[in-house]
């Protein structure tokens, strides 16, 4: 996330902090990359295909691929620049435009996405019948809205951004105007503030409704199911403050701080969208009966072929 360049070398050696914080982005790129690629599958698969009783699912199957695409951006450099020396996003001018837009595209969408998850549990909560956003295809209009909004917000980087100082380096700025550290801002208001304000809102109105229905409903299944899903957005709100404002502050308001814990915070903050798969796992009971589902079967279909291929030993040696 850092907009200049960074000079903790102390020597030929790194400190042993920077090399701590560049490895975990590392370790941040290749366990979110699997987990949530796992994350995506396991959605996809037969129990989760009826997406006209639950259309929230289209959403949690975005999210996934997005908590991928997040992760090779300012995360990766973490790694990159101080193992390597240089930063992706500034190896040329398409990497420069691509990389610095999909930086704030990414997580500015991955959040709204969030946030209508949080809409669908209270909707589904409250109203007593289906409302517009419980349909599968206006999901996919929800989805198509977001993406073009944070696209269109964020095309001018595309477009103005990134040029060649004298030297023939990459300058990551805009030569019309100053970028950073004003966009900056708008990824806080887009990416942290307001997400976290209606989460919280919603999340609110999703334990008040989830309390009437405790008291007026005898279904004890009906109780157990929507307890698991208030549990799964509370935690998801909490860790989404706890884990990715720091970082957002950190670095509009304090970019000239210590850059180890600048790139500290921004870790941790990369670190929540990998989440989602333990959190699904901890919480989701379907989700959890289905990655077992899938792991026992694939050890069957293994023991299986042992076996077809051991009787055909026998019979050919009779």
Same mark, same amino acid.
């Given at each position: 996330? %850092?907009? %200049?360049?960074? =000079?903790?070398?102390?020597?030929?050696?790194?400190?042993?902090?920077?090399?701590?914080?560049?490895? @975990?982005?590392?370790?941040?790129?290749?366990?979110?990359?699997?987990?949530?690629?796992?994350? +995506?599958?396991?959605?996809?698969?037969?129990?989760?295909?009826?997406?006209?009783?639950?259309?929230?699912?289209?959403?949690?199957?975005?999210?996934?691929?997005?908590?991928?695409?997040?992760?090779?951006?300012?995360?990766?450099?973490?790694?990159?620049?101080?193992?390597?020396? +240089?930063?992706?996003?500034?190896?040329?001018?398409?990497?420069?435009?691509?990389?610095?837009?999909?930086?704030?595209? &990414?997580?500015?969408?991955?959040?709204? @996405?969030?946030?209508?998850?949080?809409?669908?549990?209270?909707?589904?909560?409250?109203?007593?019948?289906?409302?517009?956003?419980?349909?599968?295809?206006?999901?996919?209009?929800?989805?198509?809205?977001?993406?073009?909004? @944070? *696209?269109?917000?964020?095309?001018?980087?595309?477009?103005?951004?990134?040029?060649?100082?004298?030297?023939?380096?990459?300058?990551?700025?805009?030569?019309?105007?100053?970028?950073?550290?004003?966009?900056?801002?708008?990824?806080? &208001?887009?990416?942290?503030?307001?997400?976290?304000?209606?989460?919280?809102?919603?999340? %609110?109105?999703?334990?008040?409704?989830?309390?009437?229905?405790?008291?007026?409903? =005898?279904?004890?299944?009906?109780?157990?199911?929507?307890?698991?899903?208030?549990?799964?957005?509370?935690?998801?709100?909490?860790?989404?403050?706890?884990?990715?404002?720091?970082?957002?502050?950190?670095?509009?308001? *304090?970019?000239?701080?210590?850059?180890?814990?600048?790139?500290?915070?921004?870790?941790?903050?990369?670190?929540?969208?990998?989440?989602? @798969?333990?959190?699904?796992?901890?919480?989701?009971?379907? *989700?959890?009966?289905?990655?077992?589902?899938?792991? =026992?079967?694939?050890?069957?279909?293994?023991?299986? &072929?042992?076996?077809?291929?051991?009787?055909?030993?026998?019979?050919?040696?009779?």
């Amino acid at each position: 996330m %850092s907009t %200049s360049n960074i =000079t903790e070398v102390i020597g030929k050696k790194l400190s042993i902090e920077i090399l701590i914080v560049s490895y @975990f982005s590392l370790i941040l790129v290749i366990i979110g990359t699997s987990l949530n690629s796992l994350t +995506f599958i396991i959605l996809c698969r037969a129990r989760f295909r009826n997406t006209k009783v639950r259309p929230v699912l289209h959403y949690m199957r975005t999210i996934a691929v997005f908590d991928i695409l997040m992760l090779y951006g300012w995360n990766f450099d973490n790694y990159v620049y101080p193992i390597y020396g +240089f930063f992706l996003q500034r190896t040329s001018i398409g990497t420069c435009k691509f990389l610095s837009f999909l930086n704030y595209f &990414a997580s500015q969408s991955s959040a709204w @996405f969030r946030i209508f998850i949080c809409l669908d549990r209270y909707l589904t909560l409250s109203q007593l019948h289906r409302t517009w956003f419980s349909y599968s295809k206006h999901v996919f209009i929800v989805i198509t809205s977001i993406l073009t909004f @944070f *696209f269109l917000l964020n095309l001018h980087i595309i477009i103005f951004a990134c040029y060649y100082n004298p030297n023939g380096t990459v300058n990551i700025n805009s030569s019309l105007f100053t970028l950073y550290p004003t966009w900056n801002y708008v990824k806080l &208001a887009f990416y942290n503030l307001l997400p976290l304000t209606l989460m919280i809102a919603l999340n %609110s109105g999703v334990i008040y409704h989830l309390r009437m229905l405790q008291r007026t409903t =005898t279904l004890q299944n009906s109780r157990i199911q929507h307890r698991s899903i208030t549990i799964t957005l509370v935690s998801t709100t909490v860790l989404f403050f706890a884990m990715t404002t720091p970082a957002a502050i950190g670095f509009t308001f *304090f970019s000239d701080s210590n850059r180890t814990i600048l790139r500290s915070t921004d870790c941790i903050s990369y670190g929540y969208h990998i989440l989602s @798969f333990p959190l699904y796992m901890i919480t989701f009971d379907e *989700f959890r009966q289905e990655f077992f589902s899938m792991i =026992t079967y694939k050890r069957n279909n293994q023991r299986v &072929a042992v076996v077809q291929m051991t009787t055909k030993q026998v019979n050919n040696t009779k």
